[in-house]
Each structure stands twice: as structure tokens, then as C-alpha cells.
């Protein structure tokens, strides 16, 4: 770097710590799945015995009230209930939960709801995905309607944030 005008040097180390500095925020948590809550929230004991609650980013699954919501609960149960995790991380949302990709013996456990149509990829959060990730899960959700998969069997299916509106409008939850 010694070659380039200070400037160019500057902008440089700007972008090496900002990137260093993004790379920190980033978090992994490993334990063992003891809790379904829906089709893409679940509970994790770590080997300290603490649990935490995660949402599992990139996707959201059909409330449990919701057409499917209970299909997409037992889907992610299936795959991961009473099995070791790693959950990769950066944030916790609004109600405190850990949002991250949870990898069950290396499969992402987001997409693989997406992929049996159990789950919508949450395209307002897609900025948050990396690249491939961001791919990956709208890859997964065409292949799903297009095969007609899960909630795609439905003609007309009601997205879950359209859904929470509406039932928060009729009093319903």
C-alpha cells in the first residue's frame, strides 16, 4: 500500500476494518434443539444449559392459526427437534430471539421449509442474506410453487405478514 497516494491508503484500511468489523458481529451458538414454537421459531439449549430462542432467518412460515401453520411446525420439528444445531448469527429481533441460519448436520433448516413449500423467503429481509443465501431461498420457493409444494397446493395462499395484519384488524390471534 506504501505505493498508493494517501487517500487511496485511507479508503483502503476504511474498507479492510470495516469488513473485519462486520466479520465480528457475526456469532455461531451450538446446542440441541428442545422446542418447536412454529413453523420457523425454535428453541435451543446450549451446553451451559441455557436456552435461547431463535428465528430462523430468510424465511417466514404460516402463523400456527394460519393454513399450514401447523404443517410447517411439524416440518421443522421433523428436521430438527432433539437434534444438535449450529446457528449462525448477527441479531436478535424485536422480541429478543436470535435471528440466524440453523444448521442441522450442515443443512440449513430455513431453506429446507422453504424447498417443501413451508415456508415463505422473507424477500423484506432478503438484504440481510448473503448472496448465495438470497438465491438459494428464492430458488427454493419457485421450485416449491411451481411443484405446488405444501402451502402452494392452496390456490390463493395468504402470505403470514398479510395474514397477522389481517388478523390483528379482526381481533383474532
Known sequence: MTGRPAPIR??????????????????ELAGRVVA????DTLTVLDAGHQEHRIRLAG??????????????????SDLAYGRAVLVRWDKRDRYG??????LVDGADAGLAQVRAG???HYTKYAREQTPEDRQ???QA?????????????????????????????????
Open 10 to 27: 485511507r479508503a483502503l484500511l476504511a474498507v479492510i476494518l470495516a469488513l473485519a468489523a462486520g466479520a465480528a458481529l457475526a456469532d
Open 97 to 102: 430471539r436470535i435471528v440466524g441460519v440453523v
Open 36 to 39: 418447536i414454537a412454529g413453523g
Open 141 to 173: 420457493e419457485a421450485d416449491a410453487r411451481a411443484r405446488h409444494r405444501g402451502l402452494w397446493s392452496d390456490p390463493a395462499p395468504v402470505a403470514p405478514w398479510d395474514w397477522r395484519v389481517a388478523s390483528r384488524t379482526a381481533g383474532v390471534r
Open 59 to 76: 424465511i417466514d412460515a404460516p402463523e400456527k392459526r394460519q393454513a399450514f401453520g401447523q404443517a410447517a411446525k411439524r416440518g421443522l
Open 118 to 120: 413451508l415456508a415463505w
Open 136 to 138: 438459494a431461498y428464492a
